[in-house]
């Protein structure tokens, strides 16, 4: 036994096992740097025999790993002297270190602010550096290149927490399944991150990526993803039309049903992108005929032929009859993305305007608006339009509209006595042409400018959100008729981004092989693991003969 003890005794005095250190020796130290951490090893040596008396180590910041070699090596010495100063202050200090380029460093004076700063807190301490290969201070280069292994099995797997109650550790692989309990299952409620880790934890679970696990699995919940509507931030960048010469381009859509007056449903408009001329039309029904007869009798009589035609996607815009007359007069039509009235908001902004003279102007009964749509026009055509900076009327015609209550009142020009002379009156009307041009000059500038403020303002509010071909995405559609208690999901999909078009337009495809085009305002990014992809189908069916 007292063999035994003194064995005991020997090896716990002998090195690796910690010594207090002994006052009338000097100190050594060991320093090493790696590309990530450094160490240091405190010691003194008795006998010629190294006896350790502290170890220390750390890894270096984000920062400090771009240091270069040296000043990596000269800050672990740096901090093996703030680690040890108690230990070191008013001793004798050797330092063994593998980088020899440190000796010069000490010494140099035009040094970098950073190491002129350890230099200093270096010379408080009476050191010397001595060079020591890397494999003869084997202890210092252990701990600034040690691999801290985390697979240590643990018996226990509950975790004490504050509240005295005991959690059970989870491992990784049981980490969706609980996940699912907590979010997903009939008593879970399909609730957000926060809400999920509190199911978690009242079932007495627990990980240390709780919330990062939960907010992953939440956002990649079907359920939820199908869920919520869709608001002006979600829109797309605008991107407005400007066009230069008056009726060149025109939009045109319907408008109604609204009560029956004189047998009129409907009003056909259409809108001068550049003028903000506007023509009406009351009919019974909004079918082919109507257009057809809008650019025979109106429009091309009227204004000649245009250039551009925008519209909508429905029926009456769609199909041979008026695609063949737009052909015939080369024409080129235009039709706007599938519920998106943005597309074509010229026409969409007078048709709001029209409407809204027409309910106030009709009786309490509104069923003669028919017959008061031509004043409405009169009042739309001269009001002042802050886009152009002046009237669509002055625009066109180079002169204000004259109107009935200049005469009752008695204005400026009804009691001039050169409007009653031809010379006057036709040099005052030549004056006016010649400014016509520059009218439409400043009308453009004016509208370029407000359509530019309009775009800034417009894309401040919304959503950056960018899409890539071959995202998955989900499609809100917002004509759904919704059951009793709006339980139906307005999100379908998932469908597949085959091409990104311009002007925030997307050509879509879905399983079944169909392709059509959205605006992006109505998709919103797809982020569950189903993964759709396009094949080619093959037939089973034997070839037919050559």
Same mark, same amino acid.
């Given at each position: 036994?007292?063999?035994?003890?003194?064995?005991?005794?020997?090896?716990?005095?002998?090195? $690796?096992?910690?010594?207090?250190?002994?006052?009338?020796?000097?100190?050594?130290?060991?320093?090493?740097?790696?590309?990530?951490?450094?160490?240091?090893?405190?010691? &003194?040596? #008795?006998? #010629?025999?190294?006896?350790?008396?502290?170890?220390?180590?750390?890894?270096?910041?984000?920062?400090?790993?771009?240091?270069? =070699?040296?000043?990596?090596?000269?800050?672990?010495?740096?901090?093996?002297?703030?680690?040890?100063?108690?230990?070191?202050?008013?001793?004798?200090?050797?330092?063994?270190?593998?980088?020899?380029?440190?000796?010069? @460093?000490?010494?140099?004076?035009?040094?970098?602010?950073? !190491?002129?700063?350890?230099? @200093?807190?270096? &010379?408080?301490?009476?050191?010397?550096?001595?060079?020591?290969?890397?494999?003869?201070?084997?202890?210092?280069?252990?701990?600034?290149?040690?691999?801290?292994? %985390?697979?240590?099995?643990?018996?226990?797997?509950?975790?004490?927490?504050?509240?005295?109650?005991?959690?059970?550790?989870?491992?990784?692989?049981?980490?969706?399944?609980?996940?699912?309990?907590?979010?997903?299952?009939? /008593?879970?409620?399909?609730?957000?991150?926060?809400? =999920?880790?509190?199911?978690? !934890? &009242?079932?007495? /679970?627990?990980?240390?990526?709780?919330?990062?696990?939960?907010?992953?699995?939440?956002?990649?919940?079907?359920?939820?993803?199908?869920?919520?509507?869709?608001?002006?931030?979600?829109?797309?960048?605008?991107?407005?039309?400007?066009?230069?010469?008056?009726?060149?381009?025109?939009?045109?859509?319907?408008?109604? $049903?609204?009560?029956?007056?004189?047998?009129?449903?409907?009003?056909?408009?259409?809108?001068?992108?550049?003028?903000?001329?506007?023509?009406?039309?009351?009919? $019974?029904?909004?079918?082919?005929?109507?257009?057809?007869?809008?650019?025979?009798?109106?429009?091309?009589?009227?204004?000649?032929?245009?250039?551009?035609?925008?519209?909508?996607?429905?029926?009456?815009?769609?199909?041979?009859?008026?695609?063949?007359?737009?052909?015939?007069?080369?024409?080129?039509?235009?039709?706007?993305?599938?519920?998106?009235?943005?597309?074509?908001?010229?026409?969409?902004?007078?048709?709001?305007?029209?409407?809204?003279?027409?309910?106030?102007?009709?009786?309490?009964?509104?069923?003669?608006?028919?017959?008061?749509? %031509?004043?409405?026009?009169?009042? /739309?055509?001269?009001?002042?339009?802050?886009?152009?900076?002046?009237?669509?009327?002055?625009?066109?015609?180079?002169?204000?509209?004259?109107?009935?209550?200049?005469?009752? /009142?008695?204005?400026?020009?009804?009691?001039?006595?050169?409007?009653?002379?031809?010379?006057?009156?036709?040099?005052?009307?030549?004056?006016? !042409?010649?400014?016509?041009?520059?009218?439409?000059?400043?009308?453009?500038?004016?509208?370029?400018?407000?359509?530019?403020?309009?775009?800034?303002?417009?894309?401040?509010?919304?959503?950056?959100?960018?899409?890539?071909?071959?995202? &998955?995405?989900?499609?809100?559609?917002?004509?759904?008729?919704?059951?009793?208690?709006?339980?139906?999901?307005?999100?379908?999909?998932?469908?597949?981004?085959?091409?990104?078009?311009?002007?925030?337009?997307?050509? !879509?495809?879905?399983?079944?092989?169909?392709?059509?085009?959205?605006?992006?305002?109505?998709?919103?990014?797809?982020?569950?693991?189903?993964?759709?992809?396009?094949?080619?189908?093959?037939?089973?069916? %034997? $070839?037919?003969?050559?």
């Amino acid at each position: 036994m007292l063999e035994a003890f003194h064995t005991i005794k020997g090896a716990l005095v002998s090195a $690796p096992i910690v010594q207090p250190p002994d006052w009338n020796l000097p100190f050594e130290v060991m320093t090493d740097a790696s590309d990530y951490a450094v160490g240091a090893v405190l010691g &003194q040596r #008795k006998e #010629k025999k190294l006896h350790v008396i502290y170890y220390a180590s750390r890894t270096l910041d984000e920062a400090q790993c771009k240091y270069a =070699t040296t000043e990596k090596e000269l800050l672990a010495v740096v901090f093996a002297f703030e680690k040890f100063r108690s230990y070191l202050v008013g001793s004798k200090v050797i330092v063994h270190t593998d980088h020899a380029a440190l000796k010069y @460093l000490l010494t140099k004076k035009d040094a970098k602010p950073r !190491l002129l700063r350890w230099i @200093l807190l270096l &010379q408080e301490f009476d050191l010397e550096i001595k060079d020591k290969k890397g494999i003869d201070n084997g202890v210092a280069d252990h701990l600034s290149r040690m691999k801290i292994d %985390d697979d240590v099995p643990l018996d226990d797997t509950y975790l004490m927490s504050t509240s005295t109650l005991l959690r059970r550790c989870v491992a990784d692989e049981e980490i969706p399944g609980i996940l699912f309990h907590c979010h997903s299952s009939s /008593y879970a409620g399909h609730f957000a991150t926060y809400k =999920t880790v509190s199911k978690a !934890l &009242q079932a007495g /679970y627990w990980w240390p990526t709780m919330f990062r696990d939960a907010h992953r699995f939440v956002s990649k919940c079907d359920v939820c993803q199908r869920q919520g509507n869709i608001s002006k931030r979600n829109e797309m960048p605008q991107n407005f039309i400007l066009e230069v010469e008056v009726f060149d381009v025109w939009g045109v859509d319907f408008m109604g $049903p609204f009560p029956s007056s004189y047998g009129n449903l409907y009003i056909l408009v259409a809108v001068d992108y550049v003028s903000k001329w506007v023509e009406a039309l009351a009919s $019974p029904t909004n079918d082919a005929k109507v257009v057809m007869k809008m650019f025979k009798s109106v429009i091309f009589p009227r204004f000649g032929v245009p250039r551009v035609v925008i519209s909508d996607g429905g029926s009456h815009f769609i199909n041979r009859t008026f695609d063949n007359m737009l052909k015939r007069h080369g024409v080129k039509h235009k039709v706007a993305t599938p519920y998106h009235p943005q597309t074509s908001g010229q026409v969409e902004l007078s048709n709001r305007e029209i409407k809204n003279i027409l309910q106030k102007t009709a009786g309490t009964t509104g069923k003669d608006w028919a017959a008061k749509l %031509d004043d409405a026009l009169w009042a /739309y055509r001269t009001a002042y339009k802050t886009p152009l900076g002046t009237t669509p009327f002055n625009l066109v015609y180079g002169k204000a509209c004259h109107l009935p209550v200049e005469l009752e /009142y008695k204005a400026a020009w009804a009691v001039k006595q050169m409007n009653y002379d031809m010379k006057s009156a036709a040099e005052r009307r030549n004056m006016q !042409l010649v400014e016509l041009d520059e009218i439409r000059h400043l009308a453009y500038d004016s509208s370029k400018i407000y359509k530019e403020r309009t775009k800034a303002y417009h894309d401040k509010k919304i959503l950056k959100r960018n899409f890539s071909q071959g995202d &998955q995405v989900l499609l809100f559609n917002s004509r759904l008729k919704l059951f009793p208690g709006k339980l139906k999901s307005r999100w379908s999909g998932p469908f597949v981004i085959k091409e990104v078009r311009p002007y925030g337009a997307f050509e !879509l495809w879905d399983k079944s092989g169909g392709h059509f085009v959205v605006n992006g305002q109505r998709l919103k990014p797809y982020l569950a693991d189903t993964d759709i992809t396009e094949r080619e189908s093959i037939p089973l069916s %034997d $070839p037919s003969p050559a």
